[in-house]
């Protein structure tokens, strides 16, 4: 079973990132024949600058290496490394239905919150699909949001193989992890780096802190109950801690006399613990480029010889092998 996921550098990964892809990618390394990569192709319609998108694909590779991406189980590598992936995308292009492409929500959502509408964003899920079929991937991990996407390329590679050859390309199925499906950020919405409302993974103690102080809660006052529905704080809390710990936070919501700045801090302080041993892993990579850029090499060399492989493949069932 091979197994594919990439995570984009738009912005530093956050923990709906890690909780949604990451972890799930982490534990996928044990089953089966893992594909991993950093998506700075996609990350180009939302990052203009040359070397703001350069610094975000080095700390999205320290970032998943950090979290547990691990090298010697998987193969690892920046998307852009791998030029075959434009090929298979223009010929996924030419036979992408328009009306496909039009009812992705993902497209019309981002639209509605002010980016600008471009070809690579309108396209986005026809590249997607070439990342996962150009490497016969069976089993994809993705956040709620992505399924979407993922159904696309399962349309184009079913219609790739009914118009040229049978079996022709490898059919995907989703693996979403349900109870971290959505995360929600800061402000109640997805968590997500197109609406600034993450929390990094990595980053500045006191910086980190005063963003989940700014989490959003209702107007209940200390001494009130608070409600336990649609609590941002124990939405969070269930990622980070202990089933008994849950349950205790959950009764003293209940019970009143604790102000939402207590259950800030416990949250805080559970996020915190939780991700210790990667700040330090990362500390140590990012101390030696040379070992980064080693990794991503032996990478970037397995998944082009896969990549090869399957384009041949595709080439010629489409006529453009013709010498």
Not at 42 to 69: F, N, P, Q
Not at 139 to 152: N, S
Not at 155 to 175: C, G, R, S
Not at 282 to 302: H, M, V, W, Y
Request: proline share 4%; aromatic share 8%.
């Amino acid at each position: 079973m091979r197994i594919l996921t990439g995570f984009q550098p738009s912005g530093k990964l956050h923990i709906g990132n890690y909780f949604g892809a990451v972890k799930p990618a982490v534990e996928l390394q044990e089953e089966g024949d893992a594909f991993y990569f950093v998506a700075n192709y996609h990350a180009m319609t939302s990052v203009g600058k040359a070397a703001e998108l350069k610094d975000l694909t080095r700390e999205c590779a320290l970032d998943a290496l950090a979290c547990g991406i691990n090298p010697e189980k998987s193969t690892f590598f920046i998307q852009n490394a791998i030029p075959e992936v434009h090929e298979l995308a223009w010929i996924l292009s030419t036979i992408c239905p328009m009306g496909l492409l039009e009812r992705c929500h993902s497209y019309k959502d981002k639209v509605a919150k002010g980016i600008a509408a471009n070809h690579g964003l309108f396209a986005y899920p026809a590249l997607m699909a070439a990342d996962i079929l150009l490497y016969d991937a069976n089993l994809v991990p993705v956040g709620k949001d992505q399924k979407q996407h993922l159904e696309v390329t399962r349309d184009l590679a079913q219609k790739i193989n009914d118009k040229f050859e049978d079996n022709l390309l490898v059919l995907p199925e989703p693996k979403i992890q349900e109870s971290a499906a959505v995360v929600p950020g800061i402000d109640g919405q997805k968590m997500s780096k197109s609406y600034g409302n993450t929390i990094p993974l990595f980053g500045p103690e006191k910086k980190q802190r005063k963003l989940f102080m700014k989490i959003l809660t209702d107007s209940a006052g200390v001494e009130d109950p608070k409600s336990t529905e649609n609590s941002i704080i124990l939405d969070l809390y269930r990622l980070l801690a202990s089933e008994s710990e849950v349950e205790a936070m959950m009764a003293e919501f209940k019970a009143g006399g604790v102000g939402y700045g207590h259950f800030k801090q416990q949250l805080w302080e559970a996020y915190w613990d939780t991700f210790a041993p990667f700040r330090e892993k990362r500390e140590a990579l990012e101390s030696s480029s040379d070992d980064l850029e080693a990794i991503l090499k032996i990478g970037e060399n397995k998944a082009r010889e896969v990549a090869a492989k399957t384009l041949s493949r595709v080439r010629t069932a489409v006529g453009l092998n013709w010498i």
